[in-house]
Nanobody, 115 residues
Framework: QVQLVESGGGLVQPGGSLRLSCAPSGIIDTLYDMGWYRQAPGKQRELVATITGSGRTNYVDSVKGRFTISRDNAKNTVYLQMNSLKPEDTAVYYC?????????WGQGTQVTVSS
């Protein structure tokens, strides 16, 4: 059973930056397409960034130009670099694979943008 572990969240002021990491436990021998999601209080989970196994990326309009998704296949890790953070980016951030049945969701990592 793959366990997803997200990390790197925290409290940051508006305009600040954070880098999130996501690593599934166990040996993963397939380069799955991966995505970062977020869920704000009282809202549905939203897919904000995706990356294919070959490195092609896509973003929801609200984070374009501010967030960058990347992956290190040797480390089996997916990253989300978040710059110019806004209060509306406050949410719990999760990762999971795409285009196939998702793994069991991890605990996520809390990102709070506040002055």
């Amino acid at each position: 059973q793959v366990q997803l572990v997200e990390s790197g969240g925290g409290l940051v002021q508006p305009g600040g930056s954070l880098r999130l990491s996501c690593a599934p436990s166990g040996i993963i021998d397939t380069l799955y397409d991966m995505g970062w999601y977020r869920q704000a209080p009282g809202k549905q989970r939203e897919l904000v960034a995706t990356i294919t196994g070959s490195g092609r990326t896509n973003y929801v309009d609200s984070v374009k130009g501010r967030f960058t998704i990347s992956r290190d296949n040797a480390k089996n890790t997916v990253y989300l670099q978040m710059n110019s953070l806004k209060p509306e980016d406050t949410a719990v951030y999760y990762c999971n694979r795409l285009n196939i049945a998702p793994w069991v969701w991890g605990q996520g990592t809390q990102v709070t943008v506040s002055s």
